[in-house]
């Protein structure tokens, strides 16, 4: 799941290496894709809920 089938040959060390890179790299997509939804929507979503409609 996490691409490290990839390095099949290498020590437990540099795989655990690259889980921890790829695990950073997906919260830093998320963090940036959550920021760029808040910042399209968010005001709406305020709106409304003040507002009960």
């Avoid at 089938?5 to 290496?17: C, E």
């Avoid at 709106?47 to 009960?52: E, I, K, M, Q, V």
């Amino acid at each position: 799941m996490t691409g490290t089938g990839l390095l099949a040959g290498a020590s437990p060390s540099v795989r655990a290496l690259a889980v921890i890179g790829v695990v950073l790299l997906e919260a830093i997509a998320l963090y940036a894709g959550y920021g760029a939804v808040e910042e399209a929507v968010g005001s709406a979503v305020l709106d409304r809920l003040a507002n009960g409609r």
